[in-house]
Nanobody
Framework: QVQLVESGGGLAQPGGSLRLSCVAY????????MSWYRQQPGEDRELVAEISRSRDITDYNDSVKGRFTISRDNAKNTVYLEMNSLKFEDTALYYC???????????WGQGTQVTVAS
């Protein structure tokens, strides 16, 4: 079964850290452009970070630059989001997305909740 499974969310204090993982099942994510999105209640889903297939190109939402790092381990079929210096406004449901390019499928995970609270 083709799916993306996120994990690593939870409760963190402001200034704290979390590491999210997204594991692909049923397909190899090595040929997919990977990204993390987040969605707060009542808001649209927004792009947080993305990484190219070759791992040498990354991009970030301005709100997380310098604090979050996206990486991938194709051998483990996993993409990560290292989140440091967390802020209250980082609280959201975080989703992993795999995009295969023109004519290829797009997969989404089910999301993992991140809550930043003191």
């Amino acid at each position: 079964q083709v799916q993306l499974v996120e994990s690593g969310g939870g409760l963190a204090q402001p200034g704290g850290s979390l590491r999210l993982s997204c594991v692909a099942y049923g397909f190899s994510l090595s040929t997919y452009h990977m990204s993390w999105y987040r969605q707060q209640p009542g808001e649209d889903r927004e792009l947080v970070a993305e990484i190219s297939r070759s791992r040498d190109i990354t991009d970030y939402n301005d709100s997380v630059k310098g604090r979050f790092t996206i990486s991938r381990d194709n051998a483990k079929n996993t993409v990560y989001l290292e989140m440091n210096s967390l802020k209250f406004e980082d609280t959201a449901l975080y989703y992993c997305k795999a995009r295969g390019g023109v004519g290829r499928p797009i997969y989404w995970g089910q999301g993992t909740q991140v809550t930043v609270a003191s």
